[in-house]
């Protein structure tokens, strides 16, 4: 049985994987800083550690382990990553945990580790128009990420290529392009733009209006979790190729058809306000080239499809914490009538 380390189990794209390694036979620990919000980790042995501090790092890469994940980030969408203020929060976080779990891998002799970078490395200069945008990954440089978490990313990418390189080990590096789907943050300021979309238009009265940052026109691609999961095996199991490749969705949208999409799926009748708010860079969309021709593979998915089950689990969510309130408000109500 193969024993694999996931850090970051408590996370949306690291508790889909322990799921796929579970089911896949694994023996699987998991670490985080907070078990899974939504109870998505079957993980064997479950640690609930920093991975800025070396010596939870110590207990939990041991030398019986035959893979590692490396998911554990400071990390949101572009209401955490793009407004700046918690930037060096995200350089010193991330950069500690990559420093840490990469050298002891080295030290405890694991031969194979997995990183997950982002399409936040590539350079804003070919992001500026939202039709046109270049993601292939030898684009990458000279760089200009627009965020600090995107060089963040790139330095610790680069530093997995270096062991790589000259430690006895195998590494796997993946560029992600906006993961979603079921069992994500869908509010409170880390939630990305897919689940803020379906939240807020799961909040919307019949009729009503909901606000999307900037002029809508900017342009993303959207790849469902389950298929980001399969990207993720199967560079793990790839021979001789290390990345980094992007995992990503070739099926660019703007905003603002975004937003239509998701209003279509939920039935209601309501209007879209742009507004001033963080938005990233214009444009951005995979380029599947490399992954097609390294693993004979792409994801495939139409994005309304993931949408739909997506809304449809935000959707329950809502209703669920408006349960709550209700529950909550009930006795307050009583005694103000009383
Ligand atoms: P997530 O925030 O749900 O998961 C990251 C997890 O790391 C969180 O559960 C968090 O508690 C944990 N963590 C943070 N600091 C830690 C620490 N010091 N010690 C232990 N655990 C710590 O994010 P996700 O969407 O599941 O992303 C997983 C990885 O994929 C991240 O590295 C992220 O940067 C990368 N990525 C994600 C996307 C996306 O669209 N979701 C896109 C590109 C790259």
């Known amino acids: 049985m193969k024993r694999a380390l996931v850090c970051g189990a408590g996370g949306f794209i690291g508790g889909h994987l322990v799921n796929r390694l579970k089911r896949e036979g694994y023996w699987v620990r998991g670490v985080d800083l907070k078990e899974n919000e939504y109870d998505n980790c079957p993980a064997d042995e479950f640690v609930v550690g920093d991975l800025r ?10 030398s019986d382990l ?11 969408g572009a209401g955490f990553i793009s407004t700046g203020i918690n930037d060096a929060a995200i350089m010193h976080n991330s950069a500690l945990i990559n420093l840490n779990v990469l050298e002891e891998t080295r030290i405890k002799g694991v031969k194979k580790i997995f990183y997950t970078s982002t399409a936040c490395v590539y350079p804003e200069y070919n992001q500026m128009d939202p ?11 000279p760089a200009e990420p627009d965020s600090e978490y995107g060089w963040e990313k790139l330095f610790s990418e680069r530093m997995y290529l270096t062991y790589g390189r000259t430690c006895d080990m195998t590494v796997k590096v993946t560029r992600l392009h906006n993961i979603f789907g079921p069992m994500g943050t869908w509010n409170g300021g880390r939630e990305k733009a897919p689940a803020a979309v379906c939240r807020k238009v799961a ?6 209006t909901i606000e999307i940052w900037g002029d809508g026109l900017q342009t993303r691609s959207f790849l469902l979790v389950t298929e980001c999961v399969e990207g993720i095996r199967r560079l793990m199991e790839s021979e001789d190729f290390s ?8 099926e660019m949208i703007s905003m603002n058809d975004f937003a239509k999409l998701v209003i ?3 039935g209601k009748n309501l209007s879209i306000k742009n507004i001033e708010g963080p938005t990233g860079v214009r444009g951005r969309n995979s380029d599947n080239a490399l992954i097609r021709k390294k693993l004979g593979w792409a994801p495939s998915q139409p994005l309304r499809a993931g949408v739909e089950t997506t809304y449809k689990w935000i959707a329950a969510q809502v209703e669920a914490e408006r349960a709550k309130k209700v529950v909550h408000a009930g006795p307050a109500l009583a005694k103000h009538v009383a």
């Open 243 to 250: 990345g980094p490749v992007n995992i990503g969705s070739e």
């Open 131 to 141: 039709n046109n945008p270049k993601c292939s990954e030898d684009s990458v440089y």
């Open 203 to 208: 909040e919307a009265p019949d009729g009503g």
């Open 53 to 62: 501090d070396p010596q939870v790092v110590s207990k939990v890469v041991t």
């Open 264 to 266: 279509d799926i939920s």
């Open 66 to 76: 035959n893979e590692i994940y490396q998911l554990a980030a400071d990390m949101g």
